[in-house]
Nanobody
Framework: QVQLVESGGGLVQAGGSLKLSCAAS????????MGWYRQAPGKTREVVAI???????NYLDSVKGRFTISRDNTKNTVYLQMNSLKPEDTAVYYC??????????????WGQGTQVTVSS
């Protein structure tokens, strides 16, 4: 089992910044991919950004140039720096980790979610 602890959400005015963190711990041999998803009220969950173990990244088109995903492999932690926030970025943000355990089994894990609210 892998445990994820998210932090960094909150309330910010439009144009402001927030940084989310997600630390993974437990049965971890490797983490091929880490990512952030978000879900706004009444909408389906969508992928925001993903970073692989070799630091390859992909972003949702609407956040390109404003959000930056990064990871610290020594801490099994993924970050999401969010700049120039807009009201439409308001959502619950979830961390997702694809982890390989010491028995070489692989599965995905979700964080508990952190609320990001951007006021206009």
């Amino acid at each position: 089992q892998v445990q994820l602890v998210e932090s960094g959400g909150g309330l910010v005015q439009a144009g402001g910044s927030l940084k989310l963190s997600c630390a993974a711990s437990g049965d971890i041999f490797s983490i091929p991919a880490m990512g952030w998803y978000r879900q706004a009220p009444g909408k389906t969950r969508e992928v925001v950004a993903i970073v692989t173990s070799v630091a390859s990244t992909n972003y949702l088109d609407s956040v390109k140039g404003r959000f930056t995903i990064s990871r610290d492999n020594t801490k099994n932690t993924v970050y999401l720096q969010m700049n120039s926030l807009k009201p439409e970025d308001t959502a619950v943000y979830y961390c997702n980790v694809q982890a390989v355990g010491r028995s070489y089994s692989s599965r995905g894990y979700w964080g508990q979610g952190t609320q990001v609210t951007v006021s206009s």
